[in-house]
């Protein structure tokens, strides 16, 4: 029947209004006509159809085809509720709020089966998740993986039904099982123009935040709070010079191999090396494989190359544009003079595990530290970090009873490094 525009009252709707629905829908009736009616009960209450309708009103239409149902109010909900559902425009999102909203009414109706219903002696009106997801045409699986979507917050998912990523199950599903925290930051970075993998971003976030709880436990430390541990803050070329000459047991470090500098650096170790080891003490240093024969050959000027240590991390460490699925890290083992012979052997193959990088991108793991620490110097001796980063080797020494010398350039990760060595004492003296 035909119902005057004017008396159609509209309230508020599961699905918002898509002006980009109405301009494609005004093209198509001015074309074909209305193909469709539109459902309104018997007090010209809208149920289904709001775009239609729109399209009408901007047509200029002052009537149009309705049918007329006479239901009640949550059987009117459930009218709208299954149209948008049985349209493929909807967004994951968009479902996974429709699918929640029909069960509910469907369990105030008693028409939604229970967990613990006997599917025997249950109520045969009753409807499983089976039987809705196959009315939906996917799979129980499916069904409740867009049924999962739902517990994003509710302003997350507002902000994310306007992304692609709301088009994005996958995506969801990871989103969805993070914190409210992770959950609200995720969405301000997509909003953001974030386009990335949502499992890097989430990576991200979280290790952002280890990173601040981290940080904020933190205390400063002083060289003079403990003589196990001395540290420098500058570049090691420099303020290594402060360091008294044959007073070092074991260099054990992780350069920063990919700066344009490097090379200088691994130079300027084998000088520092030189001067401040004692005779027979030894240099580890990591090391890129592209590098290894540019290193062996600055190092070897001021100490004796000794052996090639591999450090073999689970999974891969990545790709290298020369075609190569890196699976292990190089360590360069270095000794001044003549290394003094020893009944324990030490093993050239490492089999680590893969560090958090929560304080830094480029954290090494304390497991390798420690093996060669314990291995090549003695309780009481005296471990010398260079490039000490965040503090890794000196974690390392001071769980071994070794003494600590840290130097680092940057203020920042100086101070991380600062703190966490202090907090290591402060724990391993309670």
Not at 361 to 383: M, N, P
């Amino acid at each position: 029947m035909k119902v005057n525009i004017d008396d159609i009252k509209v309230s508020e709707r599961l699905r918002k209004l898509d002006n980009s629905k109405v301009a494609e829908l005004v093209d198509s009736i001015k074309q074909i006509g209305l193909l469709q009616p539109i459902v309104v009960d018997t007090d010209n209450n809208l149920l289904s159809g709001l775009h239609r309708l729109e399209a009408f009103k901007s047509i200029g239409y002052e009537n149009i085809d309705c049918k007329v149902v006479n239901l009640s109010e949550q059987k009117n909900r459930l009218v709208e509720i299954d149209e948008n559902l049985c349209r493929l425009d909807l967004n994951y999102i968009e479902r996974a709020e429709h699918l929640i909203h029909r069960d509910e009414i469907l369990i105030s109706l008693g028409q939604r089966a229970q967990v613990g219903d006997n599917q025997h002696t249950g109520s045969p009106r009753s409807q499983t998740t089976q039987s809705l997801a196959k009315d939906l045409g996917i799979s129980r699986s499916k069904y409740y993986e867009i049924k999962s979507v739902y517990k994003i917050e509710a302003g997350v998912r507002e902000i994310l039904k306007k992304t692609d990523v709301a088009n994005n199950l996958d995506a969801l599903m990871l989103i969805q099982k993070q914190t409210a925290e992770i959950q609200s930051e995720v969405a301000k970075r997509i909003k953001n123009g974030y386009a990335g993998k949502i499992r890097h971003l989430i990576k991200d976030i979280q290790n952002e935040i280890k990173q601040n709880e981290v940080l904020s436990q933190l205390d400063n430390y002083n060289n003079s709070d403990d003589e196990k541990v001395q540290l420098y803050h500058g570049d090691f070329r420099d303020v290594g010079q402060q360091i008294p000459d044959q007073s070092v047991d074991l260099i054990f470090t992780d350069p920063p191999y990919i700066d344009e500098d490097s090379l200088d650096l691994y130079q300027g170790l084998s000088e520092l090396g030189n001067r401040v080891l004692k005779d027979g003490g030894s240099c580890l240093c990591y090391v890129t494989q592209t590098m290894l024969h540019q290193v062996l050959n600055v190092m070897s000027e001021d100490l004796e190359y000794y052996w090639v240590i591999s450090i073999k991390h689970g999974g891969n460490n990545g790709r290298h544009g020369r075609g190569i699925f890196v699976e292990w890290k190089p360590i360069l083992w270095f000794v001044k003079g003549k290394k003094k012979r020893s009944s324990d052997f030490v093993a050239d193959f490492v089999y680590s595990t893969p560090p958090e990088k929560i304080l830094h991108q480029w954290e090494q793991s304390t497991k390798e530290a420690e093996y060669y620490i314990s291995h090549l110097s003695v309780v009481g001796e005296v471990v010398l970090d260079p490039m000490m980063g965040t503090g890794t080797t000196g974690v390392a020494a001071l769980s071994c009873s070794r003494d600590f010398v840290g130097i680092e350039k940057e203020k920042s990760t100086f101070d991380i490094a600062r703190g966490r060595l202090n907090q290591h004492l402060r724990n391993s003296n309670v």
